[in-house]
Antibody, heavy 118, light 109 residues
Framework: QVQLQESGPGLVKPSETLSLTCTVS????????WSWIRQPAGKGLEWIGR???????NYNPSLKSRVTMSVDTSKNQFSLKLSSVTAADTAVYYC????????????WGQGTLVTVSS | QSALTQPASVSGSPGQSITISCTGT?????????VSWYQQHPGKAPKLMIY???NRPSGVSNRFSGSKSGNTASLTISGLQAEDEADYYC?????????FGGGTKLTVL
């Protein structure tokens, strides 16, 4: 079955850009939405955005000015960049697959903790 | 886009049934039959339990069921078991994005 694995730095300095990559294995990256969701410690889930394999994107309006997503179908990977980070961006970041019609999220990656600190 | 509203906590005894509500607006929960529910155990990634209001993915127990009325969706867990103790999140599609509820902590007494 499809599995997802996040990778990237676990520590990012304030005002810098957070960069994460998600590698998809066990299936093709084509014909699905690929999403990023984050969760600050002890808090709820926040949808960051999604990208289709064509490169079409949808972002959470609250983060839109700082978010860029991209996809590399040749590597079965998609990526997240979040600029001008602050301590409020410290969270576990999950990559996940989204249904193309109704948007439900399944499966999820295991998540990766990103801490914003100097 | 505001988060969907869920109770912070619910509890029940083994064998009982509980229901978690998820209230949105006509722009999200009420406007689409695209509500999903996720179970999250501590330190683990969320797991899809219900999609499109009332559909169960393969492998999810039939003790879990979903429904919707107007702007409120509900997750019901029957025959409560200790392993059901977890956080539960609802989500709805809206205007080319997803919105999550704040989460509900289920305690099995």
């Amino acid at each position: 079955q499809v599995q997802l694995q996040e990778s990237g730095p676990g520590l990012v300095k304030p005002s810098e850009t957070l960069s994460l990559t998600c590698t998809v294995s066990g299936g093709s990256i084509s014909s699905y939405y690929w999403s990023w969701i984050r969760q600050p410690a002890g808090k709820g889930l926040e949808w960051i955005g999604r990208i289709y394999t064509s490169g079409s994107t949808n972002y959470n309006p609250s983060l839109k000015s700082r978010v860029t997503m991209s996809v590399d179908t040749s590597k079965n990977q998609f990526s997240l960049k979040l600029s001008s980070v602050t301590a409020a961006d410290t969270a576990v970041y999950y990559c996940a697959r989204g249904d193309i019609l109704t948007g439900f999220i399944d499966p999820w990656g295991q998540g990766t903790l990103v801490t914003v600190s100097s | 886009q505001s988060a969907l509203t869920q109770p912070a906590s619910v509890s029940g005894s083994p064998g009982q049934s509980i229901t978690i509500s998820c209230t949105g607006t006509s722009s999200d929960v009420g406007g689409y039959n695209y509500v999903s529910w996720y179970q999250q155990h501590p330190g683990k990634a969320p797991k899809l339990m219900i999609y499109d209001v009332s559909n169960r993915p393969s492998g999810v127990s039939n003790r879990f069921s979903g429904s919707k009325s107007g702007n409120t969706a509900s997750l019901t867990i029957s025959g409560l078991q200790a392993e059901d103790e977890a956080d539960y999140y609802c989500s709805s599609y809206t205007s080319s994005m997803l919105v999550f509820g704040g989460g509900t902590k289920l305690t099995v007494l």
